[in-house]
T-cell receptor, first 112, second 113 residues
Framework: EPEVTQTPSHQVTQMGQEVILRCVPI?????FYWYRQILGQKVEFLVS????????KSEIFDDQFSVERPDGSNFTLKIRSTKLEDSAMYFC??????????FGSGTRLTVV | AQKITQTQPGMFVQEKEAVTLDCTYD???????LFWYKQPSSGEMIFLIY??????QNATEGRYSLNFQKARKSANLVISASQLGDSAMYFC??????????FGTGTSLTVIP
């Protein structure tokens, strides 16, 4: 069964550095998402992406964040200048037929 | 507005027993879906089961079944014959006609040998 693949599985970065989290959604899915889960807390919606543009974003998704689909397969989340509070598990998801909504296994980001 | 509520922050169950994890929801969307995900300590999100709002029958997937009561707006997860590997956090998730998933706060299940 097709999967949503996220890389890396773990990333440690210094505060103030830029990070790029990568996702390969299921091919032929058209909707893409990023979610965040701070340790021990609820999963929070960040952004949805369709037709090469952001379709919806939460108030968490401020100017420090950006998303891009640089080619036909990858979907990336960039955090420009990381803060300690960006430490979280980041989940990518894609939506489309026939599997519906599928989550990746996540990237654990630690900002030190 | 969409809302999903899990009122059990933690649950314990004896190995080989069945356990029910509660979930209630609120949505104004005429068509919606309800999911359950398992999150072990390693952090990944594992899909367990899905129920569509128009599905006539309750969903089942192996040891997992979803007790869907539409009028009560509840979608409880039943795990039969619990195993030690079932110890994890469980999330109930609502998907409406919009783009987002709405997560509950989760229930931490511990299976006791």
């Amino acid at each position: 069964e097709p999967e949503v693949t996220q890389t890396p599985s773990h990333q440690v970065t210094q505060m103030g550095q830029e990070v790029i989290l990568r996702c390969v959604p299921i091919s032929n899915h058209l909707y893409f998402y990023w979610y965040r889960q701070i340790l021990g807390q609820k999963v929070e919606f960040l952004v949805s992406f369709y037709n090469n543009e952001i379709s919806e974003k939460s108030e968490i998704f401020d100017d420090q964040f950006s998303v891009e689909r640089p080619d036909g397969s990858n979907f990336t989340l960039k955090i420009r200048s990381t803060k300690l509070e960006d430490s979280a598990m980041y989940f990518c998801a894609s939506k489309g037929a026939p599997y519906g909504y599928t989550f990746g296994s996540g990237t654990r980001l630690t900002v030190v | 507005a969409q809302k999903i509520t899990q009122t059990q922050p933690g649950m314990f169950v004896q190995e080989k027993e069945a356990v029910t994890l509660d979930c209630t929801y609120d949505t104004s969307d005429p068509s919606y879906g309800l999911f359950w995900y398992k999150q072990p300590s390693s952090g990944e999100m594992i899909f367990l089961i899905y129920q569509g709002s128009y599905d006539q029958q309750n969903a089942t997937e192996g040891r997992y079944s979803l007790n869907f009561q539409k009028a009560r707006k509840s979608a409880n997860l039943v795990i039969s014959a619990s195993q030690l590997g079932d110890s994890a956090m469980y999330f109930c998730v609502l998907a409406g006609t919009g783009n987002q998933f709405y997560f509950g706060t989760g229930t931490s299940l511990t299976v006791i040998p």
